[in-house]
């Protein structure tokens, strides 16, 4: 039984920080990619930001670019989001998930298949 565990997420002022973290458990993976998703309230699933084990690029959706970094650690299974300059618009429930199957659509939620339970993002104006 594969497990996402996220950690991280609380209360933070407009302009303030947060780290994300997200490690895998329950099984081995040759490569996989690993992303950050976001969901506000009354609004769909958002991508934020991927990365693939195998090379370690990165991808960020157009509204988190500059601000938020994505990190990995193979020898975990773990990923980070470094999330700087945070704006109100930033809140929502973020959640980890992992791709055993790498392809070219990172973005879609549908590929990806284990899910954390989410960590919950308040940025105060």
């Known amino acids: 039984q594969v497990q996402l565990v996220e950690s991280g997420g609380g209360l933070v002022q407009a302009g303030g920080s947060l780290r994300l973290s997200c490690a895998a458990s329950g099984r081995t993976f040759s490569w996989y990619d690993m992303g950050w998703f976001r969901q506000a309230p009354g609004k769909e699933r958002e991508f934020v930001a991927a990365?693939?084990?195998?090379?370690?690029?990165?991808y960020y959706g157009d509204s988190v670019k500059g601000r938020f970094t994505i990190s990995r650690d193979n020898a975990k299974i773990s990923v980070d989001l470094q999330m700087n300059s945070l704006k109100p618009e930033d809140t929502a429930v973020y959640y980890c998930?992992?791709?055993?199957?790498?392809?070219?659509?990172?973005?879609?939620?549908?590929?990806?298949?284990?899910w954390g339970q989410g960590t919950q993002v308040t940025v105060s104006s």
């Open positions: 998930a992992l791709d055993q199957n790498p392809g070219f659509d990172y973005r879609a939620p549908n590929r990806y298949d284990y």
């Open positions: 990365i693939r084990s195998r090379t370690g690029n990165t």
